[in-house]
């Protein structure tokens, strides 16, 4: 009987201790996410939280009685309770997290502009599809000077992802779109988060080769015209300062697009298989 409860006792050690690191790590986490403390301290931290741990299991076998176990536990759970308790207390206490109330959905009814609307704003506003790569690169100077065509890359306002299967070359139209998008954006977040570019101009080689692997590629595409971008709603780049769980970021890129939308900027559809939106100017 005496072996028995010997073993349960130290199995509910065990188990209390997993459940109080575990919490301090999500509180911690969080701390990391909404404050600007460097990872770095909360990786030493709970590498001395370990070491704790290790020697205190040693310890524990060499000695016997309950009152020792249970006087060890209650010492081995102070740390991460003591640091928990302290997030919990900083996160309460902040003003830098101001959760958006609505739904994404409600917005996202909204988006379905289908390809016919989106290829003849495209074709209003856009250039004439390109064969390849190679051409775009031995006409881009020509276009550049021209302001018919303008390269965009990743910046504190938004994330243009590393391209496989087209380029970053929008007609200007949308770069002051693209702009405007992430003032509004980083407004209603009241941070520095950044949503990500995941597709932008594509020759009809591009296309070709899209097709085998996605669906969603037409070769009568909006992207051929330098005036269409794909805009990820499940990847976005975090201020670690003001952070936004994905939900959240995603409803305030979707009230962004309404808004736009609705002044006549762009026309939107949602792509529930890429999971973006499918964005061109108007």
Same mark, same amino acid.
């Given at each position: 009987?005496?072996?028995?409860?010997?073993?349960? *006792?130290?199995?509910?050690?065990?188990?209390?201790? *997993?459940?109080?690191?575990? #919490?301090?790590?999500?509180? *911690?986490?969080?701390?990391?996410?909404?404050?600007?403390?460097? #990872?770095?301290?909360?990786?030493?931290?709970?590498?001395? $939280?370990?070491?704790? /741990?290790?020697?205190? $299991? #040693?310890?524990?076998?060499?000695?016997?009685?309950?009152?020792?176990?249970?006087?060890?536990? %209650?010492?081995?759970?102070?740390?991460?309770?003591?640091?928990?308790? /302290?997030?919990?207390?900083?996160?309460? =206490?902040? !003003?830098?997290?101001?959760?958006?109330?609505?739904?994404?959905?409600?917005? =996202?009814?909204? /988006?379905?502009?289908?390809?016919?609307?989106?290829?003849?704003?495209?074709?209003?506003?856009?250039?004439?599809?390109?064969?390849?790569?190679?051409?775009?690169?031995?006409?881009?100077?020509?276009?550049? +000077? !021209?302001?018919?065509?303008?390269?965009?890359?990743?910046?504190?306002?938004?994330?243009?992802?590393? %391209? &496989?299967?087209?380029?970053?070359?929008?007609?200007?139209?949308?770069?002051?779109?693209?702009?405007?998008?992430?003032?509004? /954006?980083? =407004?209603?977040t009241q941070s520095k988060s950044r949503?990500?570019?995941?597709?932008? +101009?594509?020759?009809?080689?591009?296309?070709?080769?899209?097709?085998?692997?996605?669906?969603?590629?037409?070769?009568?595409?909006?992207?051929?015209?330098?005036? &269409?971008?794909?805009?990820?709603?499940?990847?976005?780049?975090?201020d670690r300062v003001r952070p936004r769980?994905?939900?959240?970021?995603?409803?305030? *890129?979707?009230?962004?697009?309404?808004?736009?939308r609705k002044e006549g900027r762009c026309?939107?559809?949602?792509?529930?298989?890429?999971?973006?939106?499918?964005? &061109?100017?108007?």
């Open positions: 009987m005496e072996k028995r409860q010997k073993v349960l *006792l130290i199995l509910l050690h065990h188990v209390l201790t *997993l459940v109080c690191l575990g #919490l301090a790590v999500w509180a *911690l986490y969080n701390a990391y996410l909404y404050f600007n403390v460097r #990872l770095v301290w909360w990786i030493l931290l709970y590498v001395a $939280v370990a070491a704790y /741990f290790v020697g205190a $299991v #040693l310890f524990m076998r060499k000695h016997k009685g309950i009152w020792r176990l249970i006087i060890h536990t %209650l010492a081995l759970q102070l740390v991460p309770i003591c640091a928990t308790v /302290f997030t919990f207390r900083l996160i309460s =206490e902040s !003003t830098v997290y101001t959760p958006i109330e609505g739904k994404a959905k409600v917005y =996202e009814r909204a /988006f379905h502009d289908l390809q016919d609307k989106q290829k003849a704003a495209a074709l209003a506003n856009g250039l004439a599809p390109f064969r390849s790569r190679a051409e775009i690169e031995e006409n881009y100077g020509k276009l550049r +000077l !021209t302001r018919k065509l303008v390269q965009i890359e990743s910046n504190p306002k938004y994330i243009v992802r590393e %391209l &496989t299967s087209s380029l970053p070359y929008v007609v200007p139209k949308v770069r002051d779109l693209l702009d405007d998008m992430a003032v509004r /954006f980083q =407004e209603k949503f990500v570019v995941t597709s932008v +101009l594509r020759t009809e080689e591009d296309v070709k080769m899209l097709r085998k692997t996605n669906v969603n590629a037409s070769i009568n595409s909006p992207h051929c015209n330098a005036t &269409t971008i794909d805009i990820s709603y499940v990847r976005f780049g975090m769980d994905n939900y959240q970021l995603r409803l305030a *890129l979707a009230q962004t697009l309404h808004e736009l026309y939107v559809k949602i792509e529930r298989k890429q999971y973006c939106y499918h964005i &061109t100017v108007r």
